[in-house]
């Protein structure tokens, strides 16, 4: 089983910029997407973005379309989510995931990491 871990949340005004990483270690090789969800408090969590582990195929929920860009490291089994224009509602516990080809779900998720966005 592969395990995730994310870093790069904090505390940054409206209008400004964080580069969330997540890091893949253990068994990677059944990983064929990668995806960032969050959970603002009292609501379910949602979808943000995703990308094949070839970094292809790039899909985006239609709020961030344009601020919010995923990438891929395969040299360093590394996705990364780079936000800009951040907004309030931008605010929410971020979580890396990835989805598995014998299961074709996210079944492998990180701890997540807190994004706060102040007005």
């Known amino acids: 089983q592969a395990q995730l871990a994310e870093s790069g949340g904090g505390l940054v005004q409206a209008g400004g910029s964080l580069r969330l990483s997540c890091a893949a270690s253990?068994?990677?090789?059944?990983?064929?997407?990668m995806g960032w969800f969050r959970q603002a408090p009292g609501k379910e969590r949602e979808f943000v973005a995703s990308v094949s582990v070839k970094g292809t195929g790039a899909t985006y929920e239609e709020s961030v379309k344009g601020r919010f860009t995923i990438s891929m490291d395969n040299a360093r089994n590394a996705v990364y989510l780079q936000m800009i224009r951040l907004k309030p509602e931008d605010t929410a516990v971020y979580y890396c995931?990835?989805?598995?080809?014998?299961?074709?779900?996210?079944?492998?998720w990180g701890q997540g990491t807190q994004v706060t966005v102040s007005s």
């Open positions: 253990g068994r990677t090789g059944d990983i064929y997407v």
């Open positions: 995931a990835a989805a598995t080809e014998s299961t074709r779900t996210y079944d492998i």
